[in-house]
Nanobody
Framework: QLQLVESGGGLVQPGGSLRLSCAAS????????VGWFRQAPGKEREVVSC????????GYADSGKGRFTISRDNAKNTVYLQMNSLKPEDTAVYYC???????????????????????????WGQGTQVTVSS
């Protein structure tokens, strides 16, 4: 079964850290750019961060610059999002999605263009809840 599976979400106090993982099964992520997205209740899904297939290019939404770091380990077929200095406004369901190398969507992901069009991505994970609260 071809799928992405997120993990690492949970409840954390303001100022805390979490590391999210996005693992692919049934296919290799080597040829895919991968983005992290989030959606809070009543809000549209937004790009958080994106990484190119090679890992040579990354992009961050203003909300996460300086606090979040995206990385990938193609040997483990996994992309990570390290989130530090978390704030209550970071509370959301976090999703990862993959788009094949060469797609124009890659640039949209890397630049954080909105709106996020789910159909432009080849695979989506099921989401993991992140709650930042004291």
């Amino acid at each position: 079964q071809l799928q992405l599976v997120e993990s690492g979400g949970g409840l954390v106090q303001p100022g805390g850290s979490l590391r999210l993982s996005c693992a692919a099964s049934g296919f290799t992520l080597d040829y895919y750019a991968v983005g992290w997205f989030r959606q809070a209740p009543g809000k549209e899904r937004e790009v958080v961060s994106c990484i190119s297939s090679s890992g040579g290019s990354t992009g961050y939404a203003d909300s996460g610059k300086g606090r979040f770091t995206i990385s990938r380990d193609n040997a483990k077929n996994t992309v990570y999002l390290q989130m530090n200095s978390l704030k209550p406004e970071d509370t959301a369901v976090y999703y990862c999605a993959a788009v094949l190398l060469g797609s124009t969507t890659t640039n949209k992901c890397l630049t954080g263009a909105s709106p996020v069009v789910a159909d432009e991505y080849d695979y989506w994970g099921q989401g993991t809840q992140v709650t930042v609260s004291s």
